[in-house]
């Protein structure tokens, strides 16, 4: 039977209560099932412009081979081609990191011309929706979680020293009882976009369930809350709510950073209709398989 996948999805960004200027950067295409947070770096004026670029040149990407009106990709097309280490994705997924990979250039490229700007980059998270799948792509700090059957967990990878520190405890590389990180260098990041001409980005495939709850945020909150305070304000608040809700409880605890939040439910159901529908802020025209969702408010 047709499956359909309804999405209910809101998204804010707040300059937090200590900084002048906002460096974070957020988007929601309903279309393409596209969520997307960016965290700038690099002084005053570079980290903002770094964020921005990152979500212009991931969505300009996506939307240019993805759209409904969009001619048929060219399959030499560089995006789609495999790099020997992507061979386990789909299209959507290649695409995906591909986009990543643009934008990575993007910043280098513009860092390198302008004295100004020299250095700035971003952290980038993102999930593109594929049929009953989810493609999940990251690099730097800025997380990404799944909310489901009353449990929250982390489905990026955090890239600091602090959480590669940690991860090589876990595997057996260190000791565990090996020298304890120097505090200043426990959130330095181990990967950034646009800092390097190349750029290694995170993928992971997720299988979607009827009630996941998608948040993605930037550290100015997942710094102050841990997951598990997270997890009641998204399953007990429509998104919109959820985020503002979510800023609040950052800025309460000090808001020393830029807050930026996405809060995404999700909904997989067969269908047997092929009429529009609309319900409780969800909306979907169902097909063999369709992807859409609802951008309720922007903060």
Do not use: W
Not at 29 to 51: H, I, K, P, W
Not at 244 to 252: K, Q
């Amino acid at each position: 039977m047709p499956i359909a996948i309804y999405t209910h999805a809101s998204g804010t960004t707040d300059v937090g209560r200590r900084r002048d200027t906002n460096q974070d950067t957020f988007f929601i295409d309903e279309d393409l099932g596209l969520f997307l947070v960016a965290d700038g770096m690099g002084g005053r004026q570079g980290g903002g412009v770094a964020s921005k670029l990152v979500v212009q040149t991931i969505s300009s990407v996506l939307r240019r081979h993805l759209d409904h009106d969009a001619p048929a990709p060219d399959p030499n097309e560089p995006l789609l081609l495999s790099d020997g280490e992507d061979t386990h994705l789909a299209k959507r997924g290649r695409l995906l990191k591909g986009a990543f990979l643009a934008s990575n250039r993007a910043v280098f490229e513009k860092s390198t011309k302008h004295p100004a700007l020299r250095g700035m980059g971003s952290t980038a998270a993102a999930v593109l929706l594929d049929n009953d799948m989810l493609e999940v792509a990251n690099v730097g700090d800025s997380p990404i979680y799944l909310a489901r059957n009353g449990e929250i967990h982390l489905i990026s990878v955090v890239h600091t020293v602090e959480a590669e520190h940690a991860a090589k405890i876990a595997s057996g590389e260190l000791d565990p009882d090996s020298p304890p990180l120097d505090r200043r260098y426990r959130h330095v990041l181990t990967r950034a976009v646009g800092v390097a001409p190349t750029l290694k980005v995170q993928m992971r495939k997720v299988q979607i369930q009827d009630g996941d709850i998608l948040l993605l945020c930037s550290d100015g909150l997942s710094n102050k809350l841990d997951p598990d305070e997270m997890l009641p304000v998204v399953t007990q608040h429509e998104p919109a709510a959820a985020c503002r809700e979510l800023v609040d409880m950052a800025n309460e605890r000090g808001g020393e950073d830029n807050i930026c939040v996405i809060v995404v439910r999700l909904r997989a159901m067969e269908t047997e209709t092929h009429e529009e529908e609309e319900d409780d802020g969800f909306r979907v025209k169902p097909s063999i398989f369709t992807i859409m969702g609802r951008l309720l408010g922007k903060g």
